[in-house]
């Protein structure tokens, strides 16, 4: 298994029971993904190069398995679309685009859902009721001048924390800070706070209770709590 993203690590919990063994091979090496609770599955770095019947690893290691499954994520491309609509895609990155979905050059249109590490239904909710502020005609974008500026803003800002242009959509622990500057542009509603501490609370999971975190439910209380409680209690 390359890649111990969500999709890794939820197909090795799937497969363990089924395999001799499984090799994890991952780069997270300041926050390993915790398999105590699957012990047929041993923990690797980054594959060095692959052989006849396995691959040595970048520790020098060797294993030898029969299948490979690539976790490693997908290069983002946009064949369907024409020249004309002025967009570029370079290493992942999509440009120019007025905070992270809105086509400068043509700003009819818009991408829902383009940043990554960020919780899904959140991020599409926010940024349709984003959007939908100067679609609706309530609000008026910036010149093609200051949202090109605003771009090139985020960029450095990105490069000078050390981010490769492959991640220039990435906004991970950061995308709350994002939903309050859609909201800053616009005046929409925000994600509530108990939307945000409840998905503080149960985003890296998967990292560390692989085995049980589907086993945990949640109900809304009010703005603020939320409880939790397992599967069939309630």
């Known amino acids: 298994m390359v890649g111990a993203g969500r999709s890794g690590m939820d197909i090795t919990h799937h497969i363990y029971p089924y395999a ?25 770095p980054l594959v060095q190069r692959y052989t006849e019947s396995g691959a040595v690893f970048k520790d020098g290691t060797q294993a030898n398995f029969t299948h490979i499954i690539f976790c490693t994520g997908y290069n983002l ?9 002025n967009l570029q895609v370079h290493d992942n990155f999509v440009f ?15 991408f829902i859902g383009l940043p990554i590490y960020a919780y899904p239904i959140q991020l599409f909710d926010i940024q349709m009721r ?8 309530k609000l008026q974008l910036p010149s093609t001048e200051d949202m090109l500026a605003d771009t090139e803003r ?48 149960c985003g890296g999971k998967f990292l560390y209770d692989l085995q049980n ?14 409880v939790q409680y397992k599967l069939g209690e309630m």
């Open 20 to 44: 001799k063994r499984i090799y994890l091979s991952h780069h997270l090496q300041q926050k390993p993904p915790i398999t105590d609770f699957m012990p047929n599955v041993v923990q690797k």
């Open 77 to 85: 491309t946009i064949p369907f679309l024409s020249a004309d609509c």
């Open 96 to 110: 120019p685009l007025y905070k992270h979905c809105i086509n400068i050059y043509h700003p009819t249109m818009c």
């Open 130 to 137: 984003f959007v939908m502020q100067y679609y609706s005609g």
């Open 154 to 201: 985020d960029l450095a800002e990105r490069r000078e924390r050390g981010l490769p242009r492959r991640k220039s959509h990435v906004v991970g622990e950061r995308q709350f800070d994002y939903y309050d500057e859609l909201v800053a542009l616009t005046g929409i509603d925000n994600i509530r706070p108990v939307i945000k501490t409840l998905s503080k609370s």
């Open 213 to 226: 975190y589907r086993k945990t439910a949640f109900k809304v209380i009010d703005d603020e709590h939320f």
